[in-house]
């Protein structure tokens, strides 16, 4: 699965980070990833984390312009392993539940659930209204998978690089790309083992 192709959106909903070690990881397991960012995203992604959008273009193998509706990716021919919008806001999710596309982000999205492949949603938003969950479960039921950056704490992360990888890792699981950036769980028993380890043996 490793050699596919891959296509990750970032919009602009707060958590670009996502997206960025997502594009690092998929460079590291030599993974191509085809890369189209939103005007918000490219905002957001300035304004969180100090980067030029260029340097998170050269990330990925290819880069493509938001209006570009008629890149590869805007059609089913396109050959990949899946599609994941890290981070989604809400206005992406709800424009890929309803299949009224209006950018390449939102069309590759549509073209995924269309072509039966995966596509994973990190839906960055809360609280969510009646209206937010009404539309996850359409894309549910459509075969999205939502799969919002939620950190997991069993894994004691002590940065948020951490958390970040963490939750990268458990994406890239869900498109089964072999990585190590998740940790595993192999139960409480050895989870307490470790934690006593870590302490120094102390109870």
Not at 51 to 63: E, F, G, N, P
Not at 131 to 157: E, Q, R
Not at 164 to 182: F, P
Request: net charge neutral; hydrophobic share 40%; glycine share 8%.
């Amino acid at each position: 699965m490793n050699t596919h192709n891959l296509i990750v959106g970032i919009s602009g909903a707060s958590g670009a980070l996502y997206g960025i070690r997502l594009l690092e990881a998929c460079r590291d397991l030599g993974v191509q990833t085809h890369l189209v960012i939103s005007k918000a995203g490219e905002m957001t992604l300035h304004h969180e984390t100090g980067l030029a959008v260029s340097d998170v273009r050269a990330l990925a193998t290819k880069s493509y312009k938001i209006a570009d509706i008629g890149a590869a990716i805007a059609s089913g021919s396109f050959r990949n392993a899946g599609m994941v919008i890290a981070p989604c806001s809400i206005r992406s999710m709800s424009e890929i539940a309803t299949g009224v596309t209006s950018n390449l982000m939102t069309r590759a999205a549509d073209v995924a659930l269309k072509e039966r492949r995966r596509l994973v949603l990190m839906v960055r938003e809360s609280p969510l209204h009646s209206g937010h969950l009404a539309t996850m479960k359409t894309l549910s039921d459509l075969g999205a998978i939502i799969a919002p950056p939620v950190p997991a704490f069993y894994t004691h992360p002590t940065s948020l690089d951490d958390m970040v990888n963490h939750t990268v890792g458990r994406t890239l699981d869900l498109l089964a790309i072999e990585n190590n950036l998740a940790e595993r769980w192999d139960g409480l028993k050895n989870a307490r083992t470790r934690s006593q380890e870590n302490d120094g043996g102390r109870d």
